[in-house]
């Protein structure tokens, strides 16, 4: 029997101060990871267009400020518009049925056709969280993009936002919990995801659960330590792989609008926010190259195995290895600066990137972390394969065998032997739990 071994892998990076400077950092890191055969890659929760973090928008219950409302239009101005409608036309959106601009063939911000490029480009199905905008509503989403489709149908928003998130982001459509069959590297899966505290949601995960997902992607902005046990625990009740990734954030790389008068910010995003599709590839890798100047830093395991922290270093050379040698495969590219999967890997904070900032600034004491991160990799038996990474920027790789699904169900299948359908069922308005063809 064929082995069907797919290796996944979570960045764990934080948001840059516009969508096209984080969607190039997605690029270098997907190139990175294509270096090292990734087939699938997710990125954190709102990693385009930012996790609002510390801002309370100048709300509290019967009261709402002129500079929480600027603030608010800020954060409106960096989200990313995918084209959809506002109520959520999936089947239309996906098939690019919505009617664009005259004279245009776009429909949105062209983020869409970006993702589409550079998986593409890269050979990845690339999973990202993305705070959309569509009309005058955000959305906390999901997007899943492959190399040869494009961006799947199945975007997701946020079904349930937490506590504050609320005043911010809509709450999305239950039927985008509709699992995805998908083809990786040759091998076929059905993906799950779910995002952040939505994975807290016992019926929202049994209604991943029914439709028979494989590998389950859970993006979050949750860094503490009990998250670990939530994916472990999702692991051993779907018998799936977990893949989590958040962002690690100091207090200076959070958005300046947090923390001021909204009228000089909002001007601002009037003023320089480009379109992400706009940019040249030239433009493109020049802002790469700016975000690139830190060393690249490996984390040994006490196994001896390596993690690679920072991604981007010596991805120039390969993205003109790329250019140079036109079709040549990105397996064939040196095998410098590689990540190797480890087994139960105990990371140790990396002291350069603990000790300086995205934006090349000198971290000090008081220049606290405000996500310490956490992301990790989780066995269908629940066992802690990769990570968590605690206060560094990072990429975790696992080679995942998708038959330990199976072999795990042997004793324990939550939708099938152990349900006693006989007595318990689920239903969801809107979503049919038939697991995908």
């Not at 005259?102 to 869409?112: F, K």
């Not at 705070?131 to 999901?142: D, K, M, N």
């Not at 997701?156 to 459509?173: F, I, N, S």
């Not at 629940?382 to 605690?390: I, K």
């Amino acid at each position: 029997m064929m082995p069907r071994t797919i290796r996944l892998a979570t960045a764990q990076s934080p948001s840059l101060s516009t969508v096209t400077e984080t969607l190039a950092a997605l690029r270098t890191t997907a190139l990175t990871a294509a270096r090292s055969d990734v087939a699938l890659i997710l990125f954190p929760e709102a990693y385009l267009g930012h996790y609002p973090r510390q801002c309370t928008f100048g709300s509290s219950i019967g009261s709402r400020t002129a500079m929480g409302r600027e603030q608010y239009l800020s954060y409106y101005h960096g989200a990313v518009d995918l084209g959809d409608t506002q109520a959520g036309d999936v089947e239309a959106w996906a098939r690019r049925q919505l009617p664009t601009p005259e004279g245009s063939d776009v429909r949105g911000d062209g983020t869409r056709e970006e993702l589409e490029r550079v998986a593409a480009e890269t050979g990845l199905v690339i999973v990202s969280g993305v705070v959309e905008r569509a009309g005058s509503s955000l959305f906390c989403s999901i997007v899943c993009v492959d190399p040869i489709k494009g961006m799947l149908p199945n975007k997701r928003r946020k079904v349930m936002p937490t506590g504050t998130e609320r005043l911010v982001w809509a709450q999305g459509d239950p039927a985008t919990l509709k699992a995805m069959r998908v083809t990786v590297k040759g091998v076929e899966v059905t993906i799950g995801m779910a995002v952040c505290w939505e994975n807290f949601m016992p019926l929202l995960r049994y209604a991943l659960y029914k439709q028979g997902v494989d590998i389950w992607l859970a993006p979050t902005a949750d860094a503490r330590d009990g998250w670990q046990a939530l994916m472990r625990t999702i692991a051993m009740e779907g018998r799936a792989w977990v893949v989590s990734s958040n962002q690690v954030v100091r207090q200076s790389q959070l958005p300046s609008w947090v923390f001021q008068s909204g009228e000089t910010e909002g001007k601002r995003h009037q003023e320089h926010i480009p379109d992400p599709h706009s940019i040249s590839d030239e433009t493109s890798h020049q802002l790469q190259r700016s975000q690139s100047r830190r060393k690249s830093s490996i984390l040994r395991t006490e196994e001896g195995h390596e993690i690679c922290i920072g991604m981007e270093e010596n991805v120039a050379d390969f993205e003109q290895a790329i250019a140079e040698t036109d079709d040549q495969a990105i397996e064939d590219q040196p095998e410098s600066n590689q990540i190797f999967p480890a087994h139960k890997a105990k990371v140790k904070p990396d002291p350069y990137l603990t000790n300086s900032t995205r934006y090349g600034t000198k971290a000090t004491e008081e220049d606290a972390f405000v996500c310490r991160g956490g992301s990790l990799i989780v066995s269908p038996m629940g066992d802690v394969v990769q990570g968590p990474l605690w206060e560094a920027e990072g990429l975790l790789i696992w080679d995942a065998d998708m038959d330990d699904c199976v072999r795990g169900k042997l004793d324990f299948d939550a939708v099938g032997h152990y349900a006693r359908g006989d007595a318990f069922e689920l239903r969801v308005r809107g979503l049919d739990l038939v697991p995908p063809p």
